[in-house]
Structures are given as C-alpha cells and as structure tokens.
Nanobody
Framework: QVQLVESGGGLVQAGGSLRLSCAAS????????MGWYRQAPGKQRDLVAS?????????????NYADSVQGRFTISRDIAKRTVDLQMNSLTPEATAVYYC?????????????WGQGIQVTVSS
C-alpha cells in the first residue's frame, strides 16, 4: 500500500509564499503523473498542478498548471526520492483550501490514483 504524506502548509499573509512537500512511502510502485489538488469549503476538488514522470529523467517531465496559478506556482519532483513539491508564491486569499497530493500508477495494468490526507493552506488578507 502507498502512503502519501503532505507537509508545509499553514497560515500566510497575502503576497507571501509557502512550499508544500509530499513524500510517498510503502509499496515501490513507479508513479506516472504526480500532482497537487485543492478543495476550498463548499467547492469541488480541482487540479492545481501536475508533473509527469518524464521518462528517464530524475526530476520529472511535462508540467501542467491551473490558469489561476500559472506563473506563481511551480511544481517539481524527485523521481528517486518519490517526492513532489509545490512552491507557491504571491499567494492570494483565494488560494485558501485543503491541498491534496496525488500520485498515479498502474496496478495490474489498471490505473490507480493515491491521495494524501490533505493539508490546510490559509492565506489571510
């Protein structure tokens, strides 16, 4: 079984920065895409950013960002350490949400997504 553990959340003032980290432990599945999602109260869980495995690279491949965070957030990963980070700059109160780490893999050729437990990010105005 895979466990994803997020860290780095908390309270920050508008305009500030936070860095979220997610570390995978447990079964040694190779992850394909890893990413971050967020869910604000009363809203659905939405993709913030994702990063592919990148083939033979050590730091991942193609990145994808929600329009609302493009240019301010940066996703990165370490393939060997099985970690994925999200650097969040120029934060606004609209970024307040629970952030979830996600990791996609194949189990017996079937796609499986694992989720972290979520971590709170609060941006004060």
């Amino acid at each position: 079984q895979v466990q994803l553990v997020e860290s780095g959340g908390g309270l920050v003032q508008a305009g500030g920065s936070l860095r979220l980290s997610c570390a995978a432990s447990g079964s040694r599945f190779r992850f394909n895409t890893m990413g971050w999602y967020r869910q604000a109260p009363g809203k659905q869980r939405d993709l913030v950013a994702s990063i592919s495995s990148g083939g033979t690279t050590s730091s991942g491949g193609t990145t994808n960002y929600a329009d609302s965070v493009q240019g301010r957030f940066t996703i990165s990963r370490d393939i060997a350490k099985r970690t994925v980070d999200l650097q969040m700059n120029s934060l606004t109160p609209e970024a307040t949400a629970v952030y979830y780490c996600a990791a996609d893999t194949l189990v017996i050729s079937r796609p499986v997504r694992y989720w972290g437990q979520g971590i709170q990010v609060t941006v004060s105005s």
